[in-house]
Nanobody, 127 residues
Framework: QVRLVESGGGSVQAGGSLRLSCSAS????????MAWFRQAPGKEREGVAQ???????SYVDSVKGRFTISQDNAKDTLYLIMNSLKPEDTAMYYC?????????????????????WGQGTQVTVSS
């Protein structure tokens, strides 16, 4: 059974940085797409960044140049490095994964394309 566990959230001031981690286990398919999403109170879940098993990445426009998605295959871990954080980045951040056939969108990930989700980690950015 696939399991995704996020960590690394917290509270920072605007302009600060955080690194989120997502530990993945229970999967057997080496063809995959993994992504970070976020959801602020009262808003829809938004795709932030994604990376596939070939290392291709895409980002939503609002985080380009500030966030970096990466993976450590040896540790089965996905990362999201967030720099120059803004108050509008405040949200619950979720890790998601899809295995086998997947849809890679240049505009960033869409929730309906993913079957597996973590429980989330909270990021709060104060002004």
């Amino acid at each position: 059974q696939v399991r995704l566990v996020e960590s690394g959230g917290g509270s920072v001031q605007a302009g600060g940085s955080l690194r989120l981690s997502c530990s993945a286990s229970g999967y057997t398919d080496n063809n995959y797409l993994m992504a970070w999403f976020r959801q602020a109170p009262g808003k829809e879940r938004e795709g932030v960044a994604q990376i596939d098993s070939d290392g291709s990445t895409s980002y939503v426009d609002s985080v380009k140049g500030r966030f970096t998605i990466s993976q450590d295959n040896a540790k089965d871990t996905l990362y999201l490095i967030m720099n120059s954080l803004k108050p509008e980045d405040t949200a619950m951040y979720y890790c998601a994964a899809e295995f086998g056939d997947y849809v890679f969108r240049a505009s960033g990930p869409q929730p309906g394309d993913f079957d597996y989700w973590g429980q989330g980690t909270q990021v709060t950015v104060s002004s």
